[in-house]
């Protein structure tokens, strides 16, 4: 089922995506599922990952799973504000190249607002894990890698799994 992941490399990744249109959710529900079937399939090889987002298996939509032990959560059409002064450093990793960390900068705190698969809106608080971990799979939504964040041209390792 990774093989559905797209790598890096692949034209679509750098693409930004679509909002969906609150008549689009019922159709994509299958979708959103093999999502979520990914997060835990990719972490039961990798030992990580915690989301994903659409365009990463070719779904060119604003919608991010969360797959965790604490929660499962659809986030579609998310927006980042309150993006703090505050930065971490920190060596981000991605299901589209899944051997290769890169040290980026991400906010330590925002707020994420979307609407969920029942296009009820919410409204998160993040700070420390979860932000950075939204700020990666928000910049997937825009055509943004972690490769295009790294700190500087040194800030790359390989990792076997």
């Given at each position: 089922m990774l093989e559905k992941i797209i790598k890096l490399g692949d034209p679509r990744l750098y693409k930004v995506c679509d909002n969906?249109?609150?008549?689009?959710?019922?159709?994509?529900?299958?979708?959103?599922?093999?999502?979520?079937?990914?997060v835990l399939n990719f972490r039961k090889i990798y030992g990580s990952g915690r989301a994903i987002a659409a365009p990463q298996i070719g779904l060119m939509k604003r919608i991010i799973c969360l797959n965790t032990p604490q929660k499962k959560q659809t986030i579609i059409n998310p927006t980042l504000t309150n993006l703090s002064e505050e930065m971490m450093e920190l060596w981000d990793d991605c299901?589209?190249?899944?051997?290769?960390?890169?040290?980026?900068?991400?906010?330590?705190?925002?707020?994420?607002n979307f609407v969920d698969e029942n296009w009820e809106a919410q409204s998160w608080?993040?700070?420390?894990?979860?932000?950075?971990?939204?700020?990666?799979?928000?910049?997937?939504?825009?055509?943004?890698?972690?490769?295009?964040?790294?700190?500087?041209?040194?800030?790359?390792?390989?990792?076997?799994v």
């Open positions: 969906v249109a609150p008549n689009e959710v019922t159709t994509l529900l299958p979708q959103i599922e093999n999502l979520h079937q990914l299901m589209s190249f899944p051997n290769l960390h890169v040290r980026v900068k991400r906010h330590f705190s925002c707020t994420m608080f993040l700070e420390n894990e979860l932000s950075e971990l939204m700020q990666h799979e928000f910049d997937h939504l825009n055509g943004i890698l972690a490769t295009q964040r790294a700190i500087n041209n040194t800030s790359f390792k390989y990792v076997s």
